[in-house]
């Protein structure tokens, strides 16, 4: 199989064949005629997951985030830079092609990067409205409960908190990746909260003037309100870990690999 | 003195008078009429900030970064929050004046949120280019001494690292605030690090498919290369500490006091 062919039946099977005129979904390196050897699904085709594919044998990487630092891949300002060429070495000696899904991944039906987030939490009954995944009722607990639930099951060993850790919860909302910046928008999250009567909001990206601000000072006026942020990759890695689940039947014999490209951060 | 008073000497001193006609340096509440009774200067006219500045009995806030959850403190979408209107009426019973000074002294001949950092930190005889103060070169250490040296100078407990904490290090870049999230120019704080051939980026606010990538990436190939993330509050807070005492000889009488807004998270 073409890689042209992998990404169509990735295409068709999640978005009926429906293609976004404008989009960051597009091959970022290799060739859409190369034979396809294996493939691995990651949210960042990093220098590692890289090394990792190459010791497995397989050719296609499909990564959720750039392979190269702007968030459309742009190419023209690093052409000097020496992060860049190093990395395109790797890329080129080993030809993979390096394939991403984004936009169409958030666009399917129900969107597959929540899909995984949901199946990797075992909140599949706990959605409020099972049409949209963002806010859910779980059993109540306390925010520091809930912040080692996370730390457990999506594999973190210190997570951010804004808010009073013994504060009480059952309402919580979860904007993964980059949603929870409200690009465009940037009381989105803010309106979520109040407008689901969430007490928690689990995010990906933040900024400190916007929800982040919001939630210290409902808490400093004694509301029930806090944040819990687990960053962009913790919170989006799972879509792509439960990708390779629905994309192995679509492929046959070639073998399908997700490669956890980890978390960046180290807290000191 | 006056508050619209007092906003015309802080802009004098830091701008020579000069207004720009597009800014967020707006009152957020109060009049430019109130008589002035206590200045208190903070990174963010949060409610506990508010709480403070009520019990030292002043009436005049001066906050870099908004005190209503956006950009530019809009309000439309706040009528019905529970949030905003709480705040708002903890400022309006006690007749508080919230003045945002955030382009402006950002505008400065010197730029005044850093010229509080750098003097925060000691670093005056470590800039690379006494112009500009996005790069400094400091005696060799290692990324792990370099983020317990920040610990201890700015008061945070946990800091977040990208890199090999081992690593030495002595070139040093500084993007405070919002500046690390090179708003406008994604590649902006990466063409940084690179032309000024920097070992680590100390970032106030991050985006992980950026910079963080790009020093990920870099570590993972060997690359001296690493980021230290401090957050926007912690980054720019000593600015307005500083202000403090420049503000002061400029209003005779009246008191000055810098509030500390407080880093907003716990790290569980």
Not at 49 to 68: L, W
Not at 207 to 221: G, H, K, Q, S
Request: hydrophobic share 45%; proline share 3%.
């Amino acid at each position: 199989m073409k890689v042209q062919e992998v990404i169509d039946k990735v295409l068709l099977d999640a978005c009926g064949g429906k293609k976004l005129e404008k989009t960051c979904d597009v091959l970022a390196s290799g060739d859409p005629e190369m034979q396809v050897t294996g493939i691995v699904t990651t949210f960042m085709a990093t220098v590692d997951v890289i090394k990792e594919a190459i010791a497995i044998g397989a050719n296609m990487i499909i990564t959720h985030e750039p392979t190269y630092f702007t968030g459309l891949d742009e190419l023209e300002w690093l052409q000097q830079d020496p992060v860049y060429l190093a990395k395109r070495k790797l890329i080129e000696e080993h030809r993979i092609a390096i394939w991403r899904f984004h936009d169409h991944m958030h666009l399917a039906h129900t969107d597959r990067i929540y899909d995984g987030f949901i199946k990797e939490m075992g909140w599949e009954n706990e959605l409020i409205d099972k049409s949209s995944p963002w806010a859910y009722e779980i059993e109540k607990t306390t925010l520091r409960e809930l912040a080692e639930l996370f730390k457990r099951k999506i594999a973190m060993d210190v997570v951010r908190i804004v808010g009073n850790p013994d504060m009480p919860c059952s309402r919580i909302g979860v904007l993964v990746g980059g949603g929870s910046l409200g690009l465009g928008r940037e009381q989105m999250p803010m309106e979520l909260m109040n407008d689901k009567n969430l007490d928690v909001m689990v995010c990906g990206e933040i900024t400190e003037w916007t929800l982040c601000a919001y939630v210290n000072d409902a808490a400093m006026l004694g509301m029930n309100k806090a944040m819990l942020i687990i960053g962009h990759e913790r919170s989006e890695e799972w879509g792509m870990k439960h990708m390779a689940g629905w994309l192995r039947p679509l492929v046959g014999d070639i073998a399908v690999a997700f490669v956890d490209a980890r978390e960046p951060f180290r807290y000191l």
